[in-house]
T-cell receptor
Framework: ETGVTQTPRHLVMGMTNKKSLKCEQH?????MYWYKQSAKKPLELMFV???????ENNSVPSRFSPECPNSSHLFLHLHTLQPEDSALYLC???????????????FGPGTRLTVL | GEDVEQSLFLSVREGDSSVINCTYT??????LYWYKQEPGAGLQLLTY?????DMKQDQRLTVLLNKKDKHLSLRIADTQTGDSAIYFC?????????FGAGTTVTVRA
């Protein structure tokens, strides 16, 4: 596997279910991100991990719980979701943030989540 | 705060030039970016410009930056069907990038 992979690619869940999204990067990066992509809305940054520590949490509801066990893996645990949480969830990785660098982010293909 | 705006749709004839516009709010951004998202895929960096530049050209792509108006544009010359995608403008802030909603470019024959 190369680049950034995400599983599953599609997920349908009921509002009472608990599920997890998985992201893995094979690029040797040490920063990882979760984004939410909804139609006609700006790409929404949810969480940022740098060197396995969370550095950003953009007021995301507690029904979304991230986990970063090591620099290559990132999870998003989901429980008691709402229909409006249906969206494409994208994972990305980059080198650690440093001034003077372009900090290119590499994205996975996303998980299409539907909440019934 | 950061707020990046761009138009949602652009339709262009094959062979013509496409121009995608974007406005941003953070005047301290050091880098501005254009990302491309093809169907079923994640975003991929297309090009970027450093804030002390006015223009950057890379083959068919031309990026123009107007810092006074906080306006960024991407011109694609000789647009091809493979250029059909969603194009995201982004600005660099502290520990993160702020993205717009994306412009869906449709290339018609």
């Amino acid at each position: 596997e190369t680049g950034v992979t995400q599983t599953p690619r599609h997920l349908v869940m009921g509002m009472t279910n608990k599920k997890s999204l998985k992201c893995e990067q094979h690029l040797g990066h040490n920063a990882m991100y979760w984004y939410k992509q909804s139609a006609k809305k700006p790409l929404e940054l949810m969480f940022v991990y740098s060197l396995e520590e969370r550095v950003e949490n953009n007021s995301v509801p507690s029904r979304f719980s991230p986990e970063c066990p090591n620099s290559s893996h990132l999870f998003l645990h989901l429980h008691t979701l709402q229909p409006e949480d249906s969206a494409l969830y994208l994972c990305a990785s980059s080198q650690d943030w440093a001034s003077g660098t372009i900090n290119e982010q590499f994205f996975g293909p996303g998980t299409r989540l539907t909440v019934l | 705060g950061e707020d990046v705006e761009q138009s949602l749709f652009l339709s262009v004839r094959e062979g013509d030039s496409s121009v995608i516009n974007c406005t941003y709010t953070d005047s301290s951004s050091t880098y501005l970016y254009w990302y491309k998202q093809e169907p079923g895929a994640g975003l991929q960096l297309l090009t970027y410009i450093f804030s002390n530049m006015d223009m950057k050209q890379d083959q068919r792509l031309t990026v123009l930056l107007n810092k006074k108006d906080k306006h960024l544009s991407l011109r694609i010359a000789d647009t091809q069907t493979g250029d059909s995608a969603i194009y995201f403008c982004a600005e660099r802030g502290d520990y993160k990038l702020s993205f717009g909603a994306g412009t869906t470019v449709t290339v018609r024959a």
